[in-house]
Nanobody, 127 residues
Framework: QVQLVESGGGSVQAGGFLMLSCTVS???????????MGWRRQAPGKEREFVAG????????DYADSVKGRFTISRDNAKGTLYLQMNTLKSECTTVYYC?????????????????WGPGNQVTVSS
């Protein structure tokens, strides 16, 4: 059974920073080290928006234009953990953040390419 659990969210003032973590429990059939990963966020009533992605060996990353230069995605395959360092946070970053596991070793901006998601973690940025 593959399980993803996000942590590290909370409340921060605009201009501040937070680091989200995603702890992944996997199976021998779906090892974390052989899966692309990504972060998405979803505000109430809106679609789940791509934020950042990383391929299985960290050799390539991808970012939404809205977070490029402020957010950094990384992973530690030995620990089975995905990270999202969020700097210079803005009020529009307030929403629930989800980590997801891609069906392949690559990352993707398409929701349909993911087969596992965490329950989500709330980030609130006050101005």
């Amino acid at each position: 059974q593959v399980q993803l659990v996000e942590s590290g969210g909370g409340s921060v003032q605009a201009g501040g920073f937070l680091m989200l973590s995603c702890t992944v429990s996997t199976t021998s059939e779906r090892p974390f080290s052989r899966a692309g990963m990504g972060w998405r966020r979803q505000a109430p009533g809106k679609e789940r928006e791509f934020v950042a992605g990383i391929i299985y060996n960290s050799a390539s990353t991808d970012y939404a234009d809205s977070v490029k230069g402020r957010f950094t995605i990384s992973r530690d395959n030995a620990k089975g953990t995905l990270y999202l360092q969020m700097n210079t946070l803005k009020s529009e970053c307030t929403t629930v953040y989800y980590c997801g596991m891609v069906k392949t070793i690559l990352t993707s901006r398409l929701v349909s390419d993911y087969d596992y998601w965490g329950p989500g973690n709330q980030v609130t940025v006050s101005s």
